[in-house]
């Protein structure tokens, strides 16, 4: 089987500006009690330059081949109107990237954003979730566990709450990447501190609760290399031996799984020596939060694949975070993969 270079993680931060400005107008109706205009329309080589001048040049450049590819991420913004609103937006963002996966089909596959919404139940999520897997093609979702925008006003990931999620993806047998939206609350920067802080809650909830027992196949992909967890792994080891959990590597860690989005050597180096090379995802989360140069290297902060190339792995270690996790833990995408040869 030939070896793929699959990114976990992009966002289309390219969309055509006519969708963002819907966006604008859908919230402005919202708020003088209108319903949303009609969508735009978009053509196929308005799409195709979105992405050839973007994701796709980068790609071919750093040297991947394929991008889990969902709706920008800081865009959800589930806080934002009501849940009729997060449906529509949630629908609009969804069916733009199976038009991106359409056009490119071998370089993108879609994972979906869902219509949460705060104080709302996940019925529409579970129907959204459905329609982009079985209609779309869709092999995974992303799910806010904060969808108040900072505020966290709702139930952590282990409440029973987000259970009918959770079965639906066991249905579906597709993963979710836990990952929140933009900010309301001035105390976090969106991706400096919002996001960092939601991966590292993420897990710990799942250190507190005991949700992989309820379901033990499912399986959680958190982003940014785990937040601040790999960086003080003793410290949440010592947590669930304080807790009287079993340890972590049987607690959680069948099922959770954290992406390379950390910019610089360092990081990359500690996260593969403490975390199991298997529980770890090649992503680079471009074009994303972090688009500069850095200085001390000359080189995109999230160029990821360098890091992963000067780490001191194995060509079989390498293998597993290039493809072979990924394959494994979206096996829809493995499925399709296969179907062509690959």
Known sequence: MNQMIIDCHGHYTTAPPQHDAWRKRQLEEFAEGRPAPAYPRISDDEI????????????????????????????????????????????????????VVGLFPDTFVGVCQLPQSPGADLKASVAELER??????????????????????????????????????????????????????????????????????AFMQFIQGDLFADFPNLRLVIPHGGGAVPYHWGRYRGLADMLKKPPLRE????????????????????????????????????VGAVRGIDPETGR?????????????LTEAESAQVFSGNARRVYPRLDKALRERGL
């Not at 607690?251 to 180096?269: A, E, K, L, R």
């Open 48 to 99: 195709r330059e979105s992405i050839e001048q973007n994701q796709l040049r980068l790609l071919r450049e750093r040297g991947a081949d394929m991008t889990i590819f969902s709706p920008r991420a800081s865009a959800m913004a589930h806080h934002l109107g009501d849940e009729r609103v997060s449906i529509e937006w949630s629908r609009a963002c969804n069916d733009l990237i199976a038009r």
């Open 132 to 201: 982009c897997v079985l209609e779309l093609g869709f092999v995974g979702c992303n799910l806010n566990p904060d969808p108040s925008g900072g505020m966290w006003t709702g139930p952590p990931l282990t409440d029973r709450y987000w259970y009918p999620v959770f079965e639906k993806m066991t249905e579906l047998d597709v993963p979710a990447m836990v990952h929140v939206s933009s900010s309301c609350n001035p105390n976090f920067h969106a991706t400096g501190a919002h996001y960092i802080n939601a991966d590292t809650t």
């Open 251 to 286: 607690h959680v860690m069948n099922n959770v799984f954290f992406d390379t989005c950390v910019y610089h050597q360092p990081g990359i180096d500690l996260l593969l020596q403490v975390i199991d090379v298997g529980n770890v995802l090649f992503g680079s989360e471009m």
């Open 300 to 312: 995109y902060f999230d160029d990821t694949k360098r890091y992963i190339d000067a780490a001191e």
